[in-house]
């Protein structure tokens, strides 16, 4: 239920969030991005395309095209998953939840090809721990990878505390419009 109400509160001020307020914090984000060393020296970076008032990657993306890109696939049968494929922009899908994702045509990517993974939340906390949209897609995907894991979030939106299970998997750092920081996993 705590998860449930911090959800709500979070997404209601994000989707208040103006056009301006997101591109600007979008760029700021990638600015921190695109200078941070441990960034520059990955290849492989797994991204997400943008949904509502989230972070806008795809700046970061047109900018660094010496990075090899994917982007997630949502699958829900036979279970929730997620399925990463190269970000093509002339391939992608609209899945029914509405978000664009890469057509499933294109080759899997696995996750053990991946450098780095920059990863979506509707809130983070201080530890890494991060609050999705409830759907389970990253929690079942991030204990799969062993590379880099980055929240993306607003500074707003990085909180005390997210109530959070033995398995979740906490990002290893946070960007967001203020900078970067290191989480502090115990």
């Known amino acids: 239920m705590e998860k449930q109400i911090l959800r709500a509160q979070c997404r209601a001020l994000r989707d208040a969030l103006t056009a301006e307020a997101v591109a600007t914090a979008s760029a700021r984000i990638c600015e921190h991005l695109a200078a941070w060393p441990v960034f520059q020296q990955a290849q492989t970076v797994a991204a997400y395309m943008a949904f509502g008032n989230e972070i806008n990657l795809v700046p970061l993306m047109k900018q660094s095209h010496d990075k090899r ?62 609050l999705g949209f409830g759907g389970g897609f990253y929690d079942r995907f991030l204990p799969r990878v062993t590379t880099t894991k980055v929240g993306i979030i607003y500074a707003a939106w990085v909180v005390d505390q997210v ?21 502090r996993q115990a």
């Open 163 to 183: 109530p959070h299970e033995p398995f979740d998997q906490p990002v290893d750092f946070l960007a967001r419009e203020t900078g970067l920081v290191e989480t």
């Open 69 to 130: 890109w994917v982007i997630p696939r949502t699958l829900v049968v036979p279970e929730p998953r997620l399925v990463f494929h190269p970000y093509d922009l002339t391939r992608l899908a609209r899945h029914p939840f509405g978000m664009l994702e890469p057509d499933a045509g294109l080759p899997v990517v696995e996750p053990h090809e991946l450098d780095m993974i920059l990863v979506p939340g509707v809130a983070f906390d201080w530890c890494g721990y991060r």
